[in-house]
C-alpha cells in the first residue's frame, strides 16, 4: 500500500477524532519513535475490561483531535507479536510514545484520567507557579502537587535534585516551582528553598535533613495520595507500591445514611491527620474489588485495612447490633489496635494461600469473559468435559492384551472341560486339578480345585481318570 495513502488516512482519522486501528507495523521502531506521538491501547475483543473501556477510549481520541497525539488501538488475537515486542502482559494495556520515549499508564480507566497522564507526558516535568492566579489555577486543577519555593538568581542543590525526582516521577506526581514571594507566604513556608506537598487547602513541608535525591523520592512517593479519594477497581492498585496499610471503606453507589456515616467517619480521621504516617485512607464501591483482594465474601458497609506489602489485612468489627450504632471512637480504636498489633492480621502470602488466589482469579477471568462472550465460555466447557471423558475412558478401560490372555485362558478351560469326560480334570495353565459336581440342573460346574505340588499332579491325574471310568461303566 502507499505510503502516501496511509498517511492521508491517519490524517483523516485523526482530523475526525476516531480510534486508529494499528497492526504489526507498530514494531518498526521509526513508527513511534519518528512519528509524532501515540498513545495506544492493546486489548482483545473477548475481554470484559477491555469492552468497558471502549466509550473512555473514543472520548480520549475526540478531546485529543486537535492535538499532534494520535490514539490508536491494537488487536492482539490478530497481532500477537505486537504485544510480545512491547512486553504486553495484560489487558488492556496503555502505552504512550513520544519523544522516542514510552510511558506506560496504569491509572484510572476513564477518559479524564487518560488526558491527565498525556498532558503530563506533554509537558515539562516541572511547572512554573508565577504568583498567587497562577497558584489557585493549579489548586482547582490539582488535587495533589508539589511545589519547591527558592530564590531566582541562586543556585540549590535542593532545586537540582527535585527537578531529577520530577523528571523521574513526572508519571506518578505533580511538580512545581516558584520565586514569588506572594507564594511562599501564601503557603506558609518559612524558609528558602522550601519543599512542600500541598492537598486539600494546607502544605506539609518535606522537613527531612536527608536531602539525596532517593530520600526526596521515597518522601514524594509516599506523600502523593490524597487524603480521601474514592477509587474505583484499578485506582487501588496505585497504592500497590506503599509501606502503608490502606484503610478502604466499602460503600454503595447509592449511598444509604449508614453508609455515608460511616465513610464520613474514616474521612474525619483522615483529614484529622491522627494516624497520619500510618495509614492511607480512601472509599470504593467496588464490592468485587475488595473480595479479590481478601479471598472471601464481603459486604457493605465495611471497612478493611489491607496491607499490600505482605498481603494482610483486618476487617472492621463490632459487637453493636448494626452499624447505625457504631461511632468515630470505635473507628480510631479498631485503627489503633491494629497500629499496636492488638489485632492479629489475616491473609498473607503462604503456599496454599498463593494457590487459592490462583483459583479465585481463575474462576473470575472465566466469569469475566461469559459476561461478554458467553458462547466461547460454553464451548470451551463441552470441548474440555468431552476430553475429560475421553482421558476417563481411556485409564478405566482394560488392557488388551491383558483382556486377551483372560479371553484365551477361558477358552482353554472350556475345552478341556468338552474333553475330558468327567470328573477330575487337569488345568495345567493354573497347576491346578478341578473336579465337577452335577449341580440341581444337572449341568456340571467346578466345585473345588486345589493347588498340586508338582510331584502330586501325575498321581491325582491317575485318580481321576479312574473315576472317570467307574462312572461311565
Not at 91 to 117: A, N
Not at 364 to 384: A, H, L, N, R
Not at 406 to 420: C, V
Amino acid at each position: 500500500m502507499d505510503n502516501r495513502f496511509v498517511l492521508l488516512s491517519l490524517l483523516v482519522c485523526v482530523a475526525s477524532g476516531k480510534v486508529i486501528d494499528l497492526d504489526e507495523r507498530l514494531n518498526d521502531e521509526k513508527v513511534y519513535k519518528h512519528g509524532g506521538s501515540w498513545i495506544v491501547m492493546f486489548y482483545a475483543p473477548w475481554c470484559a475490561y477491555c469492552e468497558k473501556m471502549k466509550p473512555a477510549w473514543e472520548a480520549t481520541a475526540k478531546h485529543l483531535a486537535p492535538t499532534p497525539v494520535h490514539v490508536a488501538r491494537v488487536d492482539l488475537t490478530k497481532y500477537p507479536s505486537v504485544g510480545e515486542h512491547h512486553k504486553v502482559e495484560g489487558m488492556p494495556t496503555i502505552k504512550m510514545f513520544h519523544d522516542g520515549e514510552v510511558f506506560d499508564y496504569d491509572g484510572k480507566r476513564d477518559s479524564e484520567s487518560i488526558l491527565e497522564f498525556v498532558r503530563r507526558v506533554m509537558n515539562p516535568p516541572v511547572g512554573s507557579v508565577a504568583n498567587l492566579p497562577s497558584l489557585k489555577s493549579v489548586e482547582k486543577s490539582q488535587e495533589v502537587f508539589f511545589i519547591l519555593s527558592f530564590s531566582a538568581g541562586r543556585s540549590s542543590q535542593l532545586r537540582t535534585r527535585y527537578q531529577k525526582v520530577a523528571s523521574n516521577m513526572r508519571m506518578q506526581a505533580n511538580f512545581f516551582e516558584t520565586s514569588s514571594k506572594d507564594v511562599h507566604e501564601k503557603l506558609d513556608l518559612k524558609a528558602t528553598p522550601s519543599l512542600a506537598v500541598y492537598r486539600d487547602g494546607r502544605s506539609v513541608v518535606y522537613d527531612n535533613k536527608n536531602l539525596t535525591q532517593e530520600a526526596i523520592e521515597e518522601w514524594v512517593q509516599a506523600e502523593r495520595y490524597p487524603l480521601c479519594p474514592h477509587l474505583d477497581q484499578f485506582g487501588i492498585y496505585d497504592y500497590i507500591h506503599t509501606k502503608r496499610p490502606v484503610v478502604v471503606t466499602l460503600i454503595g453507589k447509592i449511598r444509604t445514611s449508614k453508609e455515608q456515616k460511616l465513610a464520613d467517619y474514616v474521612r474525619f480521621i483522615a483529614y484529622g491527620l491522627k494516624f497520619y504516617g500510618d495509614f492511607y485512607f480512601a472509599t470504593t464501591d467496588e464490592v468485587t474489588l475488595l473480595r479479590r483482594m481478601l479471598l472471601e465474601y464481603i459486604s457493605k458497609p465495611a471497612i478493611v485495612a489491607w496491607d499490600f506489602e505482605t498481603r494482610t489485612y483486618w476487617i472492621f468489627k463490632t459487637d453493636k447490633e448494626s452499624f447505625d450504632d457504631v461511632t468515630q471512637e470505635d473507628v480510631e480504636n479498631f485503627l489503633g489496635a491494629i497500629k499496636s498489633g492488638e489485632i492479629p492480621a489475616s491473609g498473607g502470602e503462604y503456599f496454599t494461600r498463593r494457590f487459592y488466589r490462583m483459583l479465585w482469579l481463575m474462576v473470575e477471568m472465566v466469569m469475566d469473559v461469559y459476561e461478554t462472550s458467553p458462547w466461547v465460555v460454553i464451548m470451551s466447557g463441552i470441548v474440555m468435559f468431552a476430553s475429560l471423558a475421553f482421558c476417563a475412558m481411556v485409564l478405566l478401560s482394560p488392557d488388551p492384551e491383558k483382556a486377551n490372555a483372560l479371553a484365551s485362558a477361558q477358552i482353554e478351560r472350556d475345552q478341556l472341560r468338552r474333553e475330558t469326560p468327567g470328573g477330575f480334570y487337569n488345568d495345567e495353565s493354573s497347576g491346578r486339578i478341578h473336579e465337577e459336581d452335577e449341580d440341581e440342573d444337572g449341568s456340571g460346574v467346578v466345585a473345588d480345585g486345589a493347588v498340586l505340588e508338582p510331584e502330586d499332579t501325575d498321581e491325582r491325574s491317575a485318580a481321576a481318570k479312574a473315576k472317570g471310568k467307574l462312572k461311565h461303566s
